[in-house]
Structures are given as structure tokens and as C-alpha cells.
């Protein structure tokens, strides 16, 4: 079977959750399957739109062009043409069998029409709300939770986050009733992707809520790379080692988590920062912020980026992993791999967290965004170290990557054979 995975964007280029997720599944399913990806670079010193063929530790890749520089409207952030026919001609040229759609982000919802055109099944995994919020998370710039997508509110929001040169100049071509594709075109999208799949209950039920068909759209949770993690060993230390793993962005939380660690007088703990902040950070340099507010406080360290391949030897220096997210998450991949190196969780009780952490059982929840009862938790871990033993008695069985391969390879037989999907198992 050919197979096209299509993603925002992917290995070396970015490694954050989906990319890595893609790359993943991709390798995995390379071993039976010829597997290409098709996704977006940002080069100014390349000319715009251009396909570069190149390959990435055994696959094969086609890499567009993409830097933004002929944007003149919001619009063009979900649909370009330019990108449609050079992404048409990709498809002349490798002939899939089935497209698996990882993210759309800085392509265009045209990429779909194309695949139509040639007859081919889509599987489409959705990572996070961008079919409906252009921000993708549901998430306002003043950092509140957005229960309307699809309004006016959408093009401040995207001009807070894009922070392009002279972008608030643009609005004016940019019209109301052309509200970033939403309603006619989102129904459109929905009927002519095969399947959909999430990754957690949460997100499906939000997706079926916003107007997805329930029949088109399949809970499916993602595996991760376990080999990874098979030599690892948890070293010991004289503190509890709190940790934070991700992009430090401020829809991840960390200023939540800062504050609630500086509000604690003990000694015998320590909270280590792994990641780093993505060129475009909006307005506000959020990064230079956290690391102010955290600079009186010894305990806290950043610890700078890092590559996933090295995410085991992270964990074994870790105790307790923090995730502070304020955006209703769909299933950070990052959990996963907290349980399988045998690392308790403290998360924000939002999106589909809660279906990964249990209160409790393999770790402990908090009200998101509330910095008192973070506070409370950790709390609770250090004056309590013989909780962690108990919690990772009960951390979850983690599903390997290769097992979901065989899952989606079983789904994309059955769209070639009958245009049905089947549910995963989990």
C-alpha cells in the first residue's frame, strides 16, 4: 500500500507532539508500506511554494515552501491555491493509495479537494480544534477559554498570534462573511474526509458538539515509540524533582506552575524546565517573562531544548511530571511517556487529560489555571514522598506506536475496500 501522510510540520525541521506522532507512525508503517509525508517549510532564502524532494531517516519527503510573506488575508491561512496545485502535482506524481491528513496549519483545507479529485480515501487524526479555531486551541489571547469559534473575535486572535509585519493593516481585506471558512466550509470538510479520528473522547464529543456527524468520527488514543524507554533507569536524589517537558508557549501553563512553585518555603524540592520558546511568540516574549518571574527562586531551572531521542535519560532524572495546561488539551503525548518511564503525573483537569491521570491513582489533578491548588498539590507530593511509590503502581499500560500502526492500517484496508472505518482498539 502507498501511503501519503500530509502534516504542518515534521523532523528536523520541528519535533513537538504531532510531528513527532507522524514521524513515528510514518517509520512504523514503513516496513510493510512505501510511506512519503508532504509538509511545510519556512526558508526566506528559498523561492516561495517550492517543492523540495528530499528523505528523513529512510522516508521519503516533499517539502513546500511556505514563509507567509504573500499573505494578504486571514483567509489564505486555510485556503491557498497555490499550495492546492503543487500538492496536486505531488499527488500526480507518488499516486497513494490512501492520504492520512496529521495537520493542515500553514497549507490549506485545499489540500482536501485535491485528494477528492483523485479518488482517494482521507484519514484525517485531529490533534487539536484548528479545523474550527484558527489558533487551534480554543483559546483567546487574553488566555481564556473560547466557546464560540467561528465569530468575529477569530481575526484578533489570529493577529495576536501570528504577529505578522503590518497583519492589522491587512484586516480590511479580510471580510466577515468570509470568517475564516467557518460553517459552509467546515460542513464541507466533514463530508468529504473518509474518517476522523481523535485521540481522546474529549475531543470527539467537542468536534460532534461543533457539528461534526458522529458516525464520521472514531476515538482512536495514539501510540508512542516504546523502545525508547527500554533501558532506562531512575536515578536518585536527596529532592523531588518536578518537571516540566514542552514548548513554552503560555497555553502550556507554565506561568501557572512558577508561581504555585515560588509560593512553596520548603527545600526538598526542585522544579526542572525542559524546552524552549518557537520563533514566532506573539506580541509578548513570553519566554523572557517566565524566566523573570522565575529567576529569584533557585529551585527553578531551565534547562534549555532537547531531542525526544533523548526523552528517556529527561525522565530518569524526573520524579513528578507537571503539566499546567490552560487550553483543554486533547492527549499530550508527553503523559504517555511519563507512565512509561514509571513517572507520576500532576495535570490540569482539562480536555482529555483526566481520561490519562487519575486523581489520585497514578498521579494528582488540579483545577487548570487555578495557581492556589497547583500550589496545594505539590505541596501535598513533598510532605508526602511515599505517594509516588503508590502511583506508579498504578500507571496505565502504554500503547506502543507499532500497535498503532497495525490499527490504522486496518482502517485504511477497510476505507479501501468498503469506505468504512472500524474502531481501534485501546
Known amino acids: 500500500m502507498k501511503i501519503l501522510q500530509v502534516i504542518h510540520c515534521f523532523p528536523p525541521e520541528s519535533m513537538t507532539g504531532s510531528e513527532i506522532y507522524a514521524y513515528n507512525l510514518s517509520k512504523s508503517l514503513s516496513k510493510t508500506h512505501k510511506v512519503t509525508v508532504f509538509y511545510r517549510i519556512n526558508n526566506t532564502k528559498k523561492e516561495e511554494y517550492k517543492i523540495i524532494r528530499d528523505s528523513y531517516n529512510g522516508l521519503d519527503v ?46 490549506s483545507t485545499g489540500i482536501i479537494d485535491e485528494i477528492k479529485k483523485h479518488n482517494i480515501p482521507i484519514v484525517f487524526t485531529l490533534h487539536d480544534y484548528w479545523l474550527v479555531c484558527p489558533r487551534g486551541q480554543l483559546l483567546k489571547s487574553n488566555l481564556r477559554l473560547c466557546k464560540e469559534p467561528g465569530r468575529f473575535s477569530c481575526i484578533y486572535c489570529m493577529a ?65 515509540g516504546l523502545g525508547l524507554f527500554e533501558d532506562i533507569q531512575k536515578t536518585r536524589a536527596d529532592k523531588i524533582r518536578f518537571g516540566f517537558i514542552g514548548t513554552l508557549i ?73 503539566v499546567p495546561s490552560i487550553w483543554p488539551e486533547n492527549s499530550p503525548m508527553v503523559i504517555q511517556e511519563a507512565f512509561e518511564s514509571q513517572t507520576p503525573v500532576i495535570a490540569s483537569n482539562i480536555g482529555g487529560i483526566p481520561e490519562l491521570v487519575r486523581d489520585d491513582v497514578n498521579g494528582l489533578l488540579f483545577k487548570s489555571g487555578d495557581v492556589s491548588d497547583l500550589r496545594q498539590k505539590l505541596k501535598y507530593v513533598t510532605d508526602n514522598p511515599e505517594l509516588l511509590q503508590k502511583w506508579r503502581k498504578n500507571i496505565p499500560k502504554v500503547k506502543d506506536i507499532e500497535d498503532n500502526a497495525r490499527e490504522l492500517e486496518k482502517i485504511y484496508y477497510s476505507l479501501l475496500k468498503s469506505g468504512q472505518g472500524i474502531i481501534c482498539q485501546h
Open 62 to 107: 516533499y517539502k513546500i515552501n511556505n514563509t507567509l510573506r504573500r499573505y494578504n488575508s486571514l483567509e489564505k491561512i486555510y485556503k491557498n491555491r497555490a499550495i492546492e496545485e503543487k500538492f496536486s502535482q505531488v499527488l500526480d506524481e507518488i499516486r497513494p493509495d490512501i492520504v492520512h491528513i496529521h495537520h493542515l496549519l500553514f497549507l
Open 160 to 224: 495576536r498570534a501570528l504577529n505578522l509585519k503590518n497583519l492589522l493593516s491587512r484586516l480590511v481585506n479580510f471580510s466577515i462573511r468570509k470568517n475564516i471558512l467557518f460553517k459552509s466550509r467546515i460542513r464541507e470538510i466533514y463530508g468529504k474526509v473518509d474518517l476522523f479520528i481523535s485521540p481522546s473522547l474529549f475531543l470527539r464529543n467537542k468536534f460532534i458538539k461543533l457539528g461534526m456527524p458522529s458516525r464520521k468520527i472514531i476515538y482512536c488514543n495514539n501510540g508512542i
Open 250 to 322: 503560555s497555553s502550556k501553563g507554565i506561568h501557572v506552575l512558577i508561581k504555585a512553585f515560588k509560593g512553596i518555603k520548603q527545600n526538598n524540592m526542585v522544579l526542572k524546565i525542559y524546552g524552549t520558546s518557537p520563533k514566532n511568540n506573539g506580541i509578548f516574549n513570553y519566554f523572557n517573562r517566565v524566566k523573570n518571574m522565575a529567576r529569584s527562586n533557585r529551585h527553578i531551572r531551565f534547562m534549555g531544548t532537547f531531542n525526544n531521542k533523548d526523552i528517556a535519560g529527561i525522565f530518569s532524572n524526573i520524579d513528578v511530571l507537571v
